[in-house]
Nanobody, 125 residues
Framework: QVQLVESGGGSVQTGGSLRLSCAAS?????????VGWFRQAPGRGREGVALIDNTGRTRTAESVKGRFTISQDNAKNTLYLQMNNLKPEDTAMYYC??????????????????WGQGTQVTVSS
């Protein structure tokens, strides 16, 4: 089972930036994994934010395109989410997630198995 630990959340004002990190462990070295960031705001369902595959290709949700960037450091088994020009509507709990590679890693509809505990991002106006 993959263990995921997020960090880097906090409170910022509109227009501010944050960088989230997700440290992963427990990967099966014989498998390839898809990883990504999701978020859930109070009273709302969970939504996909950004995905990345093992070649470095990415996909970001329309709501954050041009403001958020996903990246990964394979040597450190760490996933990142750089968030710029934050807006109050970005306020949510942010989670990283992983699953074994089946289908496309850039598909938000695929089911993710392993989840971190989340890190809170709060953006004030």
């Amino acid at each position: 089972q993959v263990q995921l630990v997020e960090s880097g959340g906090g409170s910022v004002q509109t227009g501010g930036s944050l960088r989230l990190s997700c440290a992963a462990s427990g990967y099966n070295t014989d498998s390839t994994y898809c990883v990504g960031w999701f978020r859930q705001a109070p009273g709302r369902g969970r939504e996909g934010v950004a995905l990345i595959d093992n070649t470095g290709r990415t996909r970001t949700a329309e709501s954050v395109k041009g403001r958020f960037t996903i990246s990964q450091d394979n040597a450190k088994n760490t996933l990142y989410l750089q968030m710029n020009n934050l807006k109050p509507e970005d306020t949510a709990m942010y989670y990283c997630a992983a699953r074994r590679w089946v289908g496309s890693c850039l598909d938000f509809t695929q089911r993710y198995i392993d989840w971190g505990q989340g890190t809170q991002v709060t953006v004030s106006s």
